[in-house]
């Protein structure tokens, strides 16, 4: 049985299988996808010590294509042993050999030391679990369902809608059930920044078929590698239509509380 991935090799780049498959252009992949293939590659970017991501800012410049041949580039630009600056850059080869940026990303990575039983070191100012204000996984609705018409990236994904016992609205639960690139294990950093992206229209019940709610980046602060295999993404959505945009900012934790927050912009215009 072949292997389920997101992506395959080929030779120095990578070509997007159908589980990448965004919902807003069949042609085109999600954006949780692209991301989980750019941590895959940050983790070929050595280190001079033990380093993990703090920030991780990325312009979504362009529809990331299925099908063609994906190339992913790493520039340190600023290199420590207490920081690190890393570009990213995912460029896709047209019809005629020429490459095309359609992502760029700049990661921000900070030295680790365990300073824990240390009396002089700040305790956090608040101990919120966001993942227990959602209802359990058991009882979240799974976005699959049978005869459900679904977007490819949804068949790598397990996502399950769940309502906030707190206040109204709701979260996801998200599980990768896929291979991020085939006959490779899945790295920690995928996991990390799969759930980026997901933070996008979080909150919103709806979204009308008439109108597209794009978003062109995504920044995440991070605390720490999630742990387990569910994440919880819980926040909202805020929409200016006399400007035609929208914010989402998002919580992402797992067991152990919030790991990472997110904010997400959109591009609000009719279809």
Request: charged share 25%; aromatic share 4%; net charge negative.
């Amino acid at each position: 049985m072949e292997e389920r991935a997101l992506f395959v090799r080929d030779g120095d780049a990578f070509v997007g299988t159908i589980l990448t498959q965004g919902s807003w252009d069949p042609g085109a992949a999600n954006g949780a996808m692209v991301l989980a293939l750019l941590g895959h590659c940050l983790e070929d970017v050595p280190t001079l010590v033990p380093m993990t991501v703090s920030r991780f800012t990325t312009d979504l410049v362009r529809p990331v294509p299925l099908g063609r041949r994906l190339r992913v580039t790493a520039d340190v630009v600023r290199e420590g042993k207490k920081i690190q600056v890393v570009e990213l850059r995912l460029v896709a080869e047209g019809a005629g050999g020429e490459a095309v940026e359609h992502v760029r990303a700049t990661v921000l990575r900070l030295r680790d030391a365990d300073l824990s039983g240390r009396d002089d070191v700040p305790a956090s100012t608040t101990d919120v679990r966001p993942a227990d204000a959602l209802e359990p996984v058991a009882e979240a609705e799974p976005v699959r369902q049978p005869g459900a018409d679904l977007p490819g990236f949804l068949r790598a994904v397990d996502m399950r809608r769940a309502r906030r016992r707190d206040r109204p609205g709701y979260g996801w639960w998200v599980r990768l059930e896929a291979a991020v690139v085939a006959g490779e294990p899945v790295r920690p950093t995928s996991l990390l920044t799969l759930g980026f992206d997901i933070s996008n229209l979080i909150g919103l019940e709806e979204v009308s078929a008439a109108v597209t709610m794009i978003n062109p980046d995504v920044t995440a602060h991070v605390l720490r590698p999630p742990v387990g295999e569910w994440l919880a993404v819980t926040g909202d959505t805020r929409v200016n239509p006399a400007l035609g945009r929208g914010v989402s900012t998002a919580e992402l934790s797992d067991g152990d509380g919030i790991f990472a927050l997110t904010s997400v912009s959109q591009l609000v215009q009719p279809r």
